[in-house]
């Protein structure tokens, strides 16, 4: 297991920069640049300002200055949000983004699972219509609509909480984002949990440990969950990628300060470190919950650890 | 020993016998379907005395596996049992919830047919074992583990204290039978159900855990119930015999008797099937063929090798799949590869049809050297090499129709037929392998292993190829459906003057339809011989363990050959034993034995790779 880790942990790395090499050169071969939306520039001026930020030099020469930066930590300023560096403007908006996104997932795993279990335990016509309906419904439905809907009944109607903005330090005002972005996922989770359950449950393994005499609930909790566990654990990674464009359109509604208004806005304007800083600060996230994903798969299943 | 019971009358009710462990009295169950309800069993009435082994035979839907899930509540959702099971004083039809798992595991014992999926895989055996021990028998994490241990040993697990460690994965096919049956005899049951314990394993494993069985049968006064499609499986076993058909019981007694002096003509068709057949009529079985022309296929010394990735850091292994092979085939005979899993068959039958790429050595096919073909020239060459495989359903596309996987290969060969001239072509081919007309547009799922097989020969047989390399073609189906198989390739053989490379570790089926054998172990060949004369005259020591291990459906002759039986198995390929690779299990292995691999000897058509087999001769 420990081995697993490692091999894992050492594979980051190059990963990441991969994903540097990549989005630095599609960001660069993308039409447009940083001060082309600045009016009446003149040429010379425009020149300084490229001058200035390193972007009239070779484009492998902007890479590896950018990847010097980068080793010490230092993502560049911003072309765009002036006297704020990318990493201040990370350090700002992170918080809130992780703290969302990964109450979201928690929120989700939490939910979802124990909910698909229950699914496929108590099975009855009226239970497996109601499974297919709320998850046609959980998935149908995007986050822009469920939102504003949460915001509706609990914001308005209930005034329980508010129903958009953000106070620092204050759990309020993340319930329904959170919510919001969690509810789908529980779906897809819950859905997920079932049919694996189900489809274990019919297993030669299982059957065979009721002959020995093993009471059903040993035998769910202890020869059938982890199996069943197993498609969960690898729907992780890509979860983590929809929770992740998901927070974007999240934090929109909800008029939360976190990170995701940055990536968009940055990507509008050309504003290169900002680009670079987010999809660095997001390939991160994402490698570290895929590498969360697999040491979970090799928990599950002996046969992937000695793998 | 149970059968020893003459005093009560043929007519006495069984469940009045005082001495039986289980009592099945007019036992009947039946599933409700769509179609309306299906009557698996009907009206059985059975008794196994402590002590006694009671085999039950009777070839797959006879409904024997569906009789003894009833009474352990194992029945699929939609069945439903009546009549009565007794255990001692326990009435087991009828039994729920917490009573019932104070029966199963702890005065019933059951093994599954398949080791692989029948162990949880993601528990240690020795989890598996120490739960039966502490939920049963109430003991402690240290008592159980000691228990456990002890248990292993019972059934001849090698390295115990390590085994219990291990995850199934980890294990070999018979090892994990053993510890399947440690723990279906850890809470010390009266009554061992072992339903088809040795179908997915390997002729010598086979009769390592029939010998086992037979061992463990009357310790503590164990009652045995061994189910099984082969009469012969059980003849060194069972003291008595129920033969089982359509879920009625249609004739039982003691051993000896149902096997020599059988009433029912089911029951003798059944003893037929499992005797060893006669040998089908041969074409050219003087080598005609070999007089006009030498070989069309030959193979020197071909070696397929493999480097396994290991742990984190760790260099990669070396695996020999296949090390020095050579044969050759005439035009029209029919060899037979055989040798347990892991021997390289398999591994030799797709390096022949250049599937995976050989590490050394030459294949040539008809004067052309497949290695150094052109992909369009190999293409082309295709047509004349063709193989069926052992998953009849798992080789077919379960999107496509039975005619358009037929057809396929015509798209790629044929190109100047149309559609309604391939149309012809598939009608005859479903024809000329037995499969009705309107089967043509059903898709794999809606076959029987047996139909999805002929589709697989009528795929293969389509391009009227010259070769055709059948790979364990009838392992994954029941034994009247193997039987039919057999007979269809002989007769398709003979029509065709095909060439065939088949490839089996079912002993009696290569004797059927092969004029020579070649028998491999780990990858190497040890021997090579006419197939009458290797049955008869074994030269090889593996090759007499092999035949020694194929079980006789007499049950005064197979007590004893499983009571020599020889343990072992085969050694990892990934740490090979240094000269002769078989000398590990060998019981005439000498010093010269571990220096080298003995040279490969050949004369008057048979082959051999033993340094002492002169002398044991």
Redesign the interface.
């Known amino acids: 297991m420990l081995?697993l880790a490692?091999?894992r942990i050492a594979a980051l790395l190059p990963t990441l920069l991969v994903i540097v090499t990549l989005s630095f050169a599609i960001i660069r071969l993308a039409p447009g640049g940083p001060f082309d939306a600045e009016q009446g520039v003149s040429p010379a001026v425009r020149a300084n300002l490229e001058r200035l930020y390193g972007l009239s030099k070779p484009l492998h020469v902007q890479y590896l200055r950018y990847l010097r930066a980068l080793a010490h930590g230092d993502f560049g300023p911003s072309l765009r949000q002036r006297d704020f560096t990318v990493r201040e403007l990370i350090a700002q908006g992170l918080p809130i983004s992780a703290t969302l996104g990964l109450c979201a997932i928690a929120l989700a795993l939490l939910g979802g699972i124990p909910a698909g279990i229950a699914a496929a335990l108590w099975r009855s016509p009226a239970a497996d219509f109601s499974v297919a309906a709320i998850a046609a419904l959980g998935m149908a439905l995007p986050s822009f609509v469920i939102g504003p809907l949460l915001a509706l009944v609990f914001g308005i109607y209930l005034r329980w909480l508010p129903v958009a903005g953000w106070q620092p330090g204050t759990a309020r005002y993340l319930l329904l984002p959170v919510l919001t972005l969690a509810l789908p996922l529980a779906v897809a989770l819950a859905r997920l949990t079932r049919a694996s359950l189900l489809e274990v449950l019919r297993?030669?393994?299982?059957?065979?440990?009721?002959?020995?005499?093993?009471?059903e609930a040993?035998l769910v909790w202890?020869?059938a969950l982890?199996?069943a566990l197993l498609p969960v654990a690898s729907y992780l990674g890509p979860a983590t990628a929809f929770v992740i464009t998901g927070s974007l359109v999240v934090e929109a509604v909800f008029g939360l300060p976190g990170t995701g208004r940055y990536l968009v806005q940055g990507a509008i304007d050309r504003d290169y470190p900002l680009v670079m800083g987010m999809v660095i600060v997001y390939g991160i996230l994402t490698l570290l919950l895929n590498l969360l994903a697999d040491l979970a798969c090799g928990w599950?299943?002996?046969?992937i650890r000695?793998g | 020993m149970g059968c020893a019971m003459p005093s009560i009358p043929a007519s006495a009710d069984h469940s009045q016998d005082a001495a039986a462990v289980l009592s099945v009295r007019r036992l009947s169950v039946a599933f409700d379907t769509p179609n309306g309800a299906v009557q698996a069993v009907r009206d059985v009435t059975l008794s196994v005395a402590a002590g006694e082994c009671l085999g039950v035979v009777g070839e797959s839907g006879s409904g024997k596996s569906q009789l003894f899930l009833a009474m352990?509540g194992?029945l699929a959702a939609n069945g439903r049992a009546t009549g009565s099971a007794r255990l001692g004083q326990t009435e087991l039809i009828g039994l729920r919830g917490?009573a019932?798992?104070?029966?199963?595991?702890?005065q019933i014992?059951?093994v599954?047919q398949?080791p692989m999926?029948?162990?949880?895989?993601?528990?240690t055996i020795g989890a598996q074992l120490a739960?039966?021990l502490r939920?049963?028998r109430g003991l402690e994490r240290a008592a159980a583990r000691a228990r456990a241990e002890g248990l292993l040993e019972r059934v001849h697990v090698s390295d115990p204290a390590r085994r219990l460690e291990q995850?199934p994965?980890?294990l070999s096919g018979g090892m994990r039978q053993r510890a399947?049956i440690a723990?279906?005899l850890a809470?010390e049951p009266r009554l061992l159900i072992a339903d088809e314990p040795t179908t997915s394993l390997d002729v010598t494993i086979q009769a390592q855990i029939l010998a086992l069985l037979a061992e463990l049968k009357g310790t503590h006064g164990l009652a045995l119930v061994l189910i099984t499609h082969d009469v012969a499986a059980l003849a060194g076993v069972a003291d008595r015999v129920a033969v089982m058909r359509h879920g009625t019981l249609i004739e039982t007694g003691p051993v000896r008797e149902v096997l020599r002096t059988p009433r029912d003509p089911y029951t003798r068709e059944l003893l037929q099937e499992s005797s060893a057949p006669p040998p089908v009529q041969v074409a050219a079985r003087t080598p005609s063929a070999a007089a006009a022309g030498g070989a069309a296929l030959s193979v020197r010394d071909l070696g397929v090798r493999y480097r396994v990735r290991g742990?984190?850091l760790e260099p990669a292994t070396p695996l020999a799949a296949l090390t020095g092979v050579s044969l050759e085939l005439r035009a029209g005979e029919s060899l037979g590869i055989v040798g347990e899993s892991g021997s390289g068959k398999s591994t030799l039958a797709r390096a022949v049809l250049r599937l995976l790429d050989a590490s050394s050595g030459r294949v040539v096919w008809m004067g052309r050297e497949l290695a150094t073909l052109r992909s369009p020239e190999l293409r082309a060459l295709r047509r004349d090499l063709q193989i069926i495989f052992q998953e009849p359903l798992g080789s077919l596309d379960p999107r496509m129709t039975v005619a358009e996987i037929i057809e396929e290969p015509l798209l790629v060969h044929e190109r100047s037929l149309d559609a309604a001239a391939r149309r012809a072509v598939v009608a005859t081919a479903l024809a000329r392998v037995g499969l009705a007309a309107a089967l043509a547009g059903r898709y794999p799922h809606e076959l029987s292993g047996g139909q999805g097989q002929r589709v697989g020969i009528a795929r293969a047989m389509v391009l009227a190829p010259r070769l055709l390399v059948c790979d364990e073609p009838v392992s994954a189906l029941d034994a009247p459906t193997q039987r039919q198989i057999v007979s269809l390739l002989g007769e398709l053989r003979r029509a065709q003057g095909l060439t065939l490379l088949f490839i089996s570790h079912n002993l009696a089926v290569v004797r059927e339809l092969c004029e020579r054998v070649l028998v491999l172990y780990l990858g190497r060949r040890v021997e090579l011989a006419p197939a009458a004369e290797l049955f008869a005259a074994p030269r090889h020591p593996y090759s007499r363990e092999l035949l020694a291990a194929i079980p006789v459906a007499d049950a005064d002759v197979q007590p004893a050959r499983l009571a020599a039986v020889r343990a072992g198995e085969p050694p990892s390929p990934l740490d090979p034993p240094s000269g002769c690779v078989y000398r590990t299990r060998c019981a005439q292995a000498a010093a010269q034995c571990a220096v080298r691999f003995p040279e490969w000897e050949e004369e008057g058509g048979r082959g051999i790779a033993c340094y002492r087999w002169r002398e044991l001769a």
Not at chain 1, 203 to 215: F, L, N, Q, T, W
Not at chain 1, 300 to 303: E, F, K, N, Q
């Open positions: 081995k490692l091999r297993a030669p393994y299982v059957r065979s440990a009721r002959a020995r005499g093993i009471g040993r202890r020869h982890r199996p599950l299943d002996p046969a000695h | 352990l194992l917490p019932l798992d104070r029966v199963r595991g702890v014992g059951m599954f398949d999926t029948s162990l949880t895989p993601h528990l739960e039966v939920r049963h995850y994965h980890e399947m723990i279906a809470a742990r984190w």
